[in-house]
């Protein structure tokens, strides 16, 4: 599985911005899209998540829950990120990525279960 993000860029406090995740390959078998982020010289944190088959369960974090929508696209295999009421902190670099299992809430936001990356789309939230 190839995943492709898009959609970053600069925008002011309080903006939206929605990002996309594009997957690819001849094997698509995944269970659940995450997305995550990586802030200078912090740790990468999951955001939110949505199981691929289960559309209405989705994941946030307790950080952005409210403020983002993770959705899928009306193109198979094509994934949103809705972002509202954009704060200087969600500033980032952006990436989704593919377990190839169905994750649960107490899963969802680990890096170890996802198996698949793609490169980041940087964020910046900034006046």
């Known amino acids: 599985v190839q995943l492709q993000a898009s959609g970053g860029g600069l925008v002011q406090p309080g903006g939206s911005l929605r990002l996309a995740c594009s997957a690819s390959g001849s094997n698509l078998d995944y269970g659940t899209i995450g997305w995550f982020r990586q802030a200078p010289g912090k740790e990468r944190e999951g955001v939110s998540a949505?199981?691929?088959?289960?559309?209405?369960?989705?994941y946030y974090s307790s950080s952005v829950r409210g403020r983002f929508t993770v959705s899928r696209g009306n193109a198979e295999n094509t994934w949103f990120l809705q972002m509202s009421n954009l704060k200087p902190e969600d500033t980032a670099v952006y990436y989704c990525?593919?377990?190839?299992?169905?994750?649960?809430?107490?899963?969802?936001?680990?890096?170890?279960?996802?198996?698949?990356w793609g490169k980041g789309t940087l964020v910046t939230v900034s006046s």
């Open positions: 990525a593919a377990s190839r299992y169905t994750l649960i809430a107490s899963a969802w936001s680990q890096r170890s279960q996802y198996d698949y």
């Open positions: 949505i199981r691929r088959h289960y559309t209405s369960y989705t």
